[in-house]
């Protein structure tokens, strides 16, 4: 029950959907926070290749120990070479576009490193973020000191398809299993002595945009 739920979130919810327990390979932009081992865990066929600008970003050995492959670089220099082109399956990039000046340049340089029919999910906080409360964990996109740059779907999806790929999905994130657990979430943190984050109220407030696109 726990791995279905865990499927169903918007970081595996389109791996889920796109390949099931079938053999993929992923490049994960922004690969900290044990996301290795989080991911081979509910997709164990996954070939998963990460990016990060700090090896040591909530990261340890297991985590190593499941990738095919660690980049350890600086996205904005757009310096992709020893990344193999036409390799990945599925390029995901949640909450990483917003910390880069030049995020639309970054996304056309991971472009060619997606085969043919290879999919690629970003996510970020959109425009309607700025005129959200701010609040402790980040409601409003400029809670977080590190964000540098707004970006909107209609861009977002004009780049892809100028890019040699048709947009599959596009808009603001409202998952159906994030909605429903709001009222625990914020409950639960109060129960236990502790402010409500703002990332709990995501999905109910319009927080975030995707898009999810396929290669031609």
Not at 42 to 68: Q, T
Not at 71 to 85: G, H, S
Not at 93 to 112: A, C, F, R, S, W
């Amino acid at each position: 029950m726990l791995s279905f739920i865990q499927k169903r979130t918007p970081k595996f919810y389109y791996l889920q959907r796109s390949f099931g327990q079938k053999k993929f390979s992923l490049l994960d932009v922004g690969a900290g926070n044990h996301s290795a081992s989080k991911t081979k865990t509910l997709f164990p066929n996954c070939e998963y290749s990460g990016i990060d600008l700090n090896r040591h970003f909530n990261n340890d050995e297991k985590d190593f120990a499941v990738m095919k492959a660690f980049y350890e670089m600086d996205l904005t220099r757009l310096r992709f070479e020893q990344i193999p082109d036409n390799h990945f399956d599925f390029i995901r990039m949640t909450h990483i576009i917003e910390h880069l000046h030049n995020g639309d340049q970054v996304i056309k340089g991971l472009l060619p490193k997606l085969k043919r029919d290879g999919y690629i999910y970003i996510e970020y906080p959109g425009e309607k973020s700025t005129r959200l409360p701010s609040m402790q964990g980040t409601l409003n996109f400029y809670d977080d000191p590190t964000h540098v740059r707004i970006y909107s779907t209609k861009e977002l999806n004009a780049l892809l398809r100028n890019g040699n790929c048709r947009i599959l999905s596009s808009g603001t994130r409202r998952s159906w299993i994030f909605l429903f657990s709001t009222p625990f979430r914020v409950i639960g943190n109060l129960l236990r002595g502790k402010k409500p984050q703002g990332n709990m109220l995501w999905d109910l407030l319009g927080f975030a945009e995707f898009v999810f696109a396929q290669k031609n």
